[in-house]
């Protein structure tokens, strides 16, 4: 497990290395306003895919593990035709539906009219997105983890090229679009290869089934979870203008990236804690889980620190002196970096020992407190730091949610963790 790790993080951390550089060529090219647009429309796509793919990327590979320890070809290529089978229909109906009405969407994301032609360009990054989600998650499924890396590299990287060579928002955002869905095209080749050789063999209707009670339980918890993410910027940009959205979603966008490095722990854990619990081994289940709540608290923690105490100076540094104001926003934000990273390295070890959708219970509570701070910052017309304040208290719940519902799930008590 631990080269799997390894592996996995190598992947992660070129992946967060390449998301920074996209945003310093982002700020120098486009400027301020610029660079809010590109960040609102990044963010945009970052809640549509979560939609768009149903619950069903943690399912694909859930289920992929599964009839992949059990040598049932049959019963894999089953489950990949339903599960790509169900994104593929209901992701293209989504995105007609959201095509009718682009100028209420675009209203919606930029906070004033005349942006309808993103719609179309967002749309596109959502499906482009979505294919390479379902590839990876064949893989993960597989622990396939260096070809699992190669795919967030290669998506990751692509944002950096096309921002490298376009000097326009759309154009950026078309070429990132472009390039993603190759990715997932260059990586598809062993699903068919798992796939065509057992059409015949194929239980589509209880396979379809069965992922649809895994996914549709979880839908609304995802799009919860997007929308913690994507709803900071997209007040912000109603309430104080692109530019300031463009702040917000750029500390959000760090946030997630920091909790992206932790992504690999549970990306391995669904699949290693799904057979720990099926196998009844619950002693060497509950000795990982208190080395990952000390190790991701701690290194979170130092990550949060570092930032906030030199955001000002990689602000100014990195992004250019026009970003200066940005500082107090960047600062409060990243508190939620410990917090999400340790939803994010504990929540695939609910899942494995869970059908319910208990992580989506914790993310509606949390997406609740986000709301009412986020009321409370309009009807009392705070400042725009209110914003990421409501961020933080949103994920402070979630954290606190995750860590009751994994300790209940496991038998084990706080204190015992970090003595691990």
Partial sequence: MKKDLVITFIGYALSFLFGIMVYRLAAGSLGPEGFGEYTLARRAESFLEPVLIMGLGVGIARYTSIYTSKND??????YLVAGYGIVIVFSLLALAIANIMPGILGRAIFGKPGYEGYIR????????YTATSLVYSFYRGQSRFIAASLISICA?????????TASSVKTMLML???GVFTVAAVFSPPVFLAILPHLK????ASSAKDLLRFGLARIPGDISMAGMLALPAFLTSNMF??????????GI????????????????????MSSMVSEGRHDEARAIIGRIIKYTALLSAGMTVILFISAKYLL???????????????????????????FVALRSSIDAAHVKAVNAGNVYKALFVSGVAYLVVEAGHLALTGIPVSFMLGMSMLCFLTLRALLSTYGLNFKWSFRQ
Avoid at 322 to 330: H, P
């Fill in 253 to 272: 966008s760090i946030v997630n990236m920091i909790g992206g490095i932790f992504q690999p722990v549970g990306l391995i854990m669904l699949p290693k």
């Fill in 241 to 250: 203008g692109i530019r300031q959205a463009g702040y917000v979603a750029f």
């Fill in 156 to 164: 990751a990287a692509v944002p950096l090229m096309a921002v490298l």
């Fill in 176 to 178: 990132t679009s472009a």
């Fill in 316 to 342: 100014h540094y990195w992004l250019g002196p026009q970003f200066d104001e940005a500082a107090s926003i960047l600062r409060i934000a990243v508190l939620a970096a410990a917090p999400y990273a340790l």
């Fill in 73 to 78: 070809a049959p019963g894999l290529a089953s």
């Fill in 201 to 204: 063999e194929i239980r589509l």
């Fill in 121 to 128: 360009i967002i749309s596109a990054l959502g499906e482009s």
